[in-house]
């Protein structure tokens, strides 16, 4: 099993600025492959942006793209995500989930993922 713990939510106003954080514990092994998620109340959980074991490869929604920018450091079992530009819409809570897949892509499905975090909350006011 893998453990992942986000942290880093919190309020800030438009504009601003904020860096998730989701530490990995457990039996953590190399190549797989991890992603954030997101889900506003009433909406379902949808792919913010996704990246592979070297960090090579990396997805990023439309909505996200030049924004945010989804990091690791595998020494430190470590996924980030700094999100630069802030708008009321990101308002949600923000998941980290790994993959059981070695080496594979950066997968934009949640179904892809085996283990998730507990989420943390992003408000971002207007």
């Known amino acids: 099993q893998v453990q992942l713990v986000e942290s880093g939510g919190g309020l800030v106003q438009a504009g601003g600025s904020l860096r998730l954080s989701c530490a990995a514990s457990?039996?953590?092994?190399?190549?797989?492959?991890m992603g954030w998620f997101r889900q506003a109340p009433g909406k379902e959980r949808d792919v913010v942006a996704a990246?592979?074991?070297?960090?090579?490869?990396?997805y990023y929604a439309d909505s996200v793209k030049g924004r945010f920018t989804i990091s690791r450091d595998n020494a430190k079992d470590t996924l980030y995500l700094q999100m630069n530009s802030l708008k009321p819409e990101d308002t949600a809570v923000y998941y980290c989930?790994?993959?059981?897949?070695?080496?594979?892509?950066?997968?934009?499905?949640?179904?892809?993922?085996?283990?998730w975090g507990q989420g943390t909350q992003v408000t971002v006011s207007s």
């Open positions: 457990g039996r953590t092994s190399s190549g797989f492959g």
């Open positions: 990246i592979t074991w070297g960090g090579i490869g990396t």
């Open positions: 989930a790994a993959t059981a897949t070695i080496l594979g892509p950066a997968y934009t499905d949640a179904g892809k993922y085996a283990y």
